[in-house]
């Protein structure tokens, strides 16, 4: 039987923007959506080529903007900065038609606010809500915070970069909140609270995602370091030696065995894992020429590709998600036409899995001028073996694709990520990959160094000894990046389970690194940081001495115990328990079995669960002070 834990993937736009004929914008710009203030405001979308699109921001002056659309329909306008604003208002959006037999298009977008707006991204224990933290009850008494909004992207995952993404904006009250990310929602509640203004969370994760699967391209071929993750995946992304004969209009496939159509491999005879490719031929009227065509074909596990007329109309890989492709007009002709579908399936049942009202094809301007494609299809089994697939959230440069790409670049104030515990058998990788991934969202913002504030991974026990204590540091490494800033979350976290509950905690210290950098708030953000390490040698033998420095002191343990989860080693590179004493701003370290000390670690355990702290209550993370080399070195 078949758990699905998330879905996979969203309907591909794979189409031009001109395939649409109206007026429109893309989903993050919908009802309840906060702008970003103290910056220009860039709004864009499609209409028809050349034509004059006016922006306009109801109720605030001089938050009117007018533009021409390109040759292909594109167009972008920037709002002047404004003020925050809790006072809900309409975005009004039209078409400014030059001829008067052209009709004049209008969106309007309601209940805008304007304040503050973060991305919101990374794998699971960004992606939980309150609900999965059993934290549903929390609060939600008194959630009704219409000045915290959220848009939760639909998860995604595509080999091309989409102008568009499915998700909404809703306001946060007692009845949304359950579904709202927790770590999001508790970082975007203080801020709300604190700053007394709209705040705006752009909720966009995939639990067990990989960091390579938000980085663009480019930048994962550009450096030595990350090529080998694009070598892995040729295996999978190579394309069927059958694509280019079975959907071209010219093929023989009167050999082909007739199904009926919706049903699943299994009941046509073919229980299998792999793909089954299904043409239908058609008669199209003359009435359909110029006009945009929908072939609908109801939900497909797990994916599909679509071709009309040996066109590609679309690709879905989402085993839920009913097929809604959008044939361009310029293509549509009267007479014979062929759509041709290639249905792979991973795993479980496979095949056309909705209803027969939902397979058909017509205009999109006329839903009731349509013809069922229920019914007698063609179908031949591929020849082609089945590799085992990378999983969707692992593609290199597909989440970002499908899930960064088309929010950019609307005006943000910085970012706030949870992610890492599916690179760490690769954590000596990650040192390069993550700030390379950090750099490529503010080259493509355009925005400059905008804040980016992320989660070090929590105690757990992965049965790999050093990997997750290398992962953490090479998380860290990030922060040579300037206008970063790490949350630790060793004091936590669960070493039994790999989503610990305790989101508040961690969204709380999201908000206080905001605070502190971003808004100027006076409140201590960062723990104590090790600052020089040396030994001294007395009458006795020999002391590591740690001196530490930051804000946040002096040091002192959470528990009011001695300092746990140090250990030290000599040149053997052998690491023993260590002796620890606290000293203001010093920890000094000794063993009985270690006579001359050279190098100290703390919280060095995949599951170390430390108790040093600052007198903030931030507790110090895990460090080391020897440069040996890493065990997840050269793994590519």
Sequence with gaps: ????????????????????????????????????????????????????????????????????????????????????????????????PESANVQQEEVVIHDVLVGEVWVCSGQSNMQWTLAWCEQDDIDMATADHDQLRMFTATRASLPEPQDDLTGSWVPCNRETAPELSAVAYYFGRELQRELDVPVGLIHTSWGGSTAEAWTTRPSLEAMEETRPILDRFKGVDREDPDTEAFSSITFDDTKWRTVNLPSLFADQGHDIDGSIWYRRHLDLPASWVGRDIQVSLGPIDDADRTWFDGLLIGETGNWQAPRNYVVPASVVKAGPTILTVRVTDYQGPGGFKGKADQMHIGPVDDPEDRRSLAGP????????????????????????????????????????????????????????????????????????????????????????????????????????????????????????????????????????????????????????????????????????????????????????????????????????????????????????????????????????????????????????????PRVTKDRW
């Design 377 to 628: 299809w063609l179908m031949k089994v591929s020849e082609r073996p089945l590799a085992r697939p990378m999983p969707e959230n692992h593609r290199p440069a597909h989440l970002y694709n499908a899930m960064i790409h088309p929010i950019v670049p609307y005006g943000i104030q910085g970012a706030i990520w949870y992610q890492g515990e599916s690179n760490v058998s690769r954590a000596d990788q990650y040192s390069t990959l993550f700030p390379a991934m950090i750099e490529d969202w503010r080259r493509v913002w355009g925005e400059g160094d905008f804040a980016f504030y992320f989660v070090q991974i929590a105690p757990y026990n992965y049965g790999r000894p050093l990997e997750c204590a290398e992962l953490r540091e090479a998380q860290a490494d990030a922060l040579r990046l300037p206008a970063t800033g790490m949350v630790v979350t060793m004091d936590v976290g669960n070493p039994k389970d790999i989503h610990p509950r305790a989101k508040e905690p961690v969204g709380h210290r999201l908000a206080l690194l905001a605070r502190k950098d971003v808004y100027g708030h006076d409140v201590e953000a960062r723990a104590p940081t090790l600052l020089e390490a040396k030994t001294i040698r007395n009458g006795t033998g020999a002391v590591m001495v740690l001196e530490f420095h930051g804000g946040c002191m002096p040091l002192k343990t959470l528990d009011g115990g001695a300092p746990t989860h140090f250990q030290i080693a000599g040149e053997d590179r052998v690491f023993h328990p260590a002796q620890v004493t606290i000293e203001g701003d010093r920890v000094l370290l000794t063993s009985d079995q270690v006579a001359a000390p050279v190098a100290a670690r703390h919280g060095w355990d995949d599951d170390a669960e430390p108790n040093l702290a600052g007198a903030c209550g931030l507790p110090v993370g895990p460090f080391r002070t020897d440069s040996w």
């Design 1 to 96: 039987m078949r758990i699905r834990h998330a879905v996979l993937i969203c309907v591909s736009f794979l189409l031009a923007p001109t395939a649409w004929a109206e007026l429109r914008v893309p989903s993050i710009f919908s009802d309840h959506m906060v702008l970003q203030r103290g910056q220009e405001v860039p709004i864009w979308g499609w209409a028809h080529p050349r034509e004059h699109v006016q922006v306009t921001l109801q109720g605030v002056d001089g938050a009117s903007q007018r533009v021409r659309a390109d040759a292909e329909g594109r167009w972008m306008v920037r709002l002047g900065s404004m003020p925050a604003s809790a006072t809900p208002r309409d975005v009004v959006i039209r078409t400014m």
